[in-house]
């Protein structure tokens, strides 16, 4: 099968915009984070969170969308820990957010086996549906690749949409990016930078814990441990190569998704001359390669893991 | 009341932080373990009977901490210089692969020369690991944090290729497993009829080694001082560059010996379940041990009391093992908050 012929096949495109929400969710999440100037390696960590607290909710008889809002807040809670640490202790981001993601994975996986001592096989719940919109999705090709989805794909687009308008067009995003920038001028304003930051970390990684709860509630309809398997880690990389901006940033979650997209075809084929572990490494190689081109031109927000403290300079 | 900066870091609260942080995290786990209906005091007694209550149970757990001691180091040493290696646990698999494929049959040595120099190997090939992010740090400024992880990714896939691939072992019965070392590659066990082998005296030499080449070499001040200060250090004129790639294969060194001594002393061949995050707990460790390599030392063996003793309980208990994992973690993130303490006083006025 050529390239082009793949590129032309709409079950393509239609995974291609599935695998790349949970990455857009996860690099907004930690775009709005680092924007305020906090970087938060807890990602991984707080997107397990949501996806076992999005499939408990479920599980335990919820609705769907009752499972989102609490994967949120199950986000914002991990969030406001990160900022209390980072925002008003000032300590080590980089330690914080790992002890994050160590605290949350563990808790998350402890939550599920003692929900479930003895169940061998994870127990399904029943997923969100792909939509069907009548009129929207019969349109050739844009129909079922973007109205094909289930709703939670829609979520991540409006996510997007809310995300640059509020960052550019309204001043709470205006103080959000200067405190990554500029914190000083934020406190001369008589803003409080230790608050625009909880709010901003707060928000993205609610954003992140969405983007984990879509694998249990749309992708999968079941919880596995260790199933967010480094999408986390990958969205980091993905903030640098969008440049902090919002609109890349979903170019790159789709650039990155349609790679996977193409491994996995290539990957069923037969005969294959390449192994099949080479294609799963392209990801991660693919993300290195991305930091470094990228960090040529990196506009870093120059507060970024600099801790604020009121009065110094 | 109020609270003011000290001037000097008080002495007994440096020592006493880390304790009362393990405390406040370990009674945080008994309140999960209450709240999933168990008696903590019966956990934590079952917990500590499983991990030091006998011989056997004791040579588990410094079997534990073998590995734990030298992703420790490799993060201690790391970290003292500002360079954030989270990458311990590819750099681990990097020397365990190394010594997979020169110990099994492709060097005919006797054991006495044959050991050191899987241990050299198996540094040189994580310590090489580690030195491409380091470059690319010190060269073209790319958060190492982000891709040392990467790596972690990268190296496992390829061990996946090669023990499902061209260095399956075709006598495993179809196990994704390489073939064992041969036996001059085998580190001998210290106690008859356990599992403790050679490597825990080899960590703890290296922890001795560590600690002095920090506390009394000139690189290690230069390591020091890049950790305080960069600019300073350049202003010394510490080769500041030069400092850091020399500590990134000191710690991607000692991350790769923990691949050769889980190998050499305990498995025997490699497999993809070689460390159940060894690299990332070792992050955990160096932490605990406030950066100290002596230190490491017994937070490695702290860790490990809690994962052996954890793994025993949940067997007599319904508690998941996983309990371990929450201890550590919460202790991470209580031990950080603790640091804060020293520097601090309370006035009552």
Redesign the interface.
Known sequence: MGVLELLLETGFWVATVRMATPLLFGTLGELICERAGVLNLGIEGIMAAGCMGGWCWVYLGGSLWGAVLFAAAVGAALGLVHALFTVHLGLSQHVTGLGITMLASALSSFAFRMLLPKATTPPKIVPFAAMDIPGLSSIPLLGPVLFGQTPLTLLALAALGVTAWVLYRTPAGLALRMAGENPMAVESQGLSVHAIRTVAVMAGSALMAVGGAFLTLAAFDAYYIGMVNGRGWICIALVVFASWRPGKALLGALLFAAFDAVQMRVQQQSGLAIPYQVYLMMPYVFSIVALVVMSRRAAYPAALLVPFRKGER | MRIEPREQPSLALTVLAPVLAVGVALALCSL?IWL?GTSPARALGLLLKGSLGSTFALTETLTRATPLIFTGLAAAVAFRAKL?N?GAEGQLYAGAAMATWLGTGMLDLPAWLMVPTLFLAGALAGGLLLLGPTL?KTR????E???T???N??VL??V??LV??PWKDPMAMGWPQAAPVVDAAVLAPMVAKTRLHWGFVVALACAVGAWAVIRFSTWGLEIRAVGHSERASRFAGIPVGRAVLRTALLSGGLAGMAGVSELAGLKGYLTLDLSPGFG?SG??VA?LAALHPLGVVAAALFVAVISIGADSMSRSL???N??A??A???S??AV??S??APRWRIRWR
């Open positions: 999960l999933s954030w989270i690319l073209l400024a790319v958060d944090v982000v891709t992880l990467l790596l990714f990268v896939l390829a996946n290729w499902f691939g990332y992050i955990v932490m319904e508690i998941s996983y309990i994992d929450v550590t973690a919460l991470l993130l950080l908050v640091m804060l």
